[in-house]
């Protein structure tokens, strides 16, 4: 295969690895087309070469998939079925081992923090709680409870006190490289507090 190389960069337009199983001639398992390798977002894929009338799409780099392992002694708050740990598409986690007639699946355990009121909320004269989240990629953030009603989010840990500065009804907490610093979330204000 000549050596693909992109001209306005110079350089290879795909890895050695993928130049290797572009050598080995694979056909798509729905419609018997040659299966080609394209790049996208997420990196190298195969791709249907009958594409738009055939949709296969395949990654290049197959993860090993982990099987689902029973936790003895569980049980599901919903159905009484066992729990077990399973592997979804954001990363692992534990559900009821009778899924899809079951959808349960347990919260993450939160680290000591408490629930601050949203002060976003509290200003509407509603009730919604700050609570910390975790996202997709693995960041933690805090969000109201009262989403999609409410929007607020703090990427920092939202602290029960009123800033002396702007009257905001919580600070947040953050490490900085001096300490931990208790600082107002509002951009217009510039109240920061070192703690001990």
């Not at 081992?97 to 509603?126: F, M, N, R, W």
């Not at 969000?143 to 009603?149: A, E, G, H, I, L």
């Amino acid at each position: 295969m000549p050596n693909s190389i992109d001209p306005n960069k110079g350089k290879p337009l795909f890895s050695r690895h993928e130049h290797a199983l572009e050598k080995a001639y694979e056909v798509c398992p729905e419609c018997g087309s040659e299966l080609t390798i394209k790049r996208g977002k997420s990196g190298a894929f195969f791709s249907c070469s009958n594409y738009p009338n055939c949709q296969y799409t395949r990654s290049v780099v197959e993860h090993e998939r982990v099987e689902d392992t029973p936790l003895p002694g569980s049980e599901c708050p919903l159905c009484g079925h066992e729990l077990a740990v399973k592997q979804g598409r954001y990363g692992m986690f534990i559900g009821c081992t009778s899924y899809p007639d079951c959808h349960h699946i347990e919260e993450e355990q939160a680290h000591d923090t408490p629930s601050v009121p949203c002060p976003v909320c509290l200003s509407k004269g509603c009730i919604g709680l700050l609570k910390e989240k975790t996202n997709r990629f693995g960041k933690t953030f805090y969000s109201c409870d009262q989403y999609p009603k409410c929007k607020y989010v703090l990427n920092h840990q939202p602290v029960e006190h009123v800033c002396p500065q702007c009257h905001w009804p919580i600070l947040i907490k953050r490490v900085m490289a001096s300490g931990e610093v208790l600082s107002c979330p509002q951009k217009q204000c510039d109240y920061k507090l070192k703690t001990l």
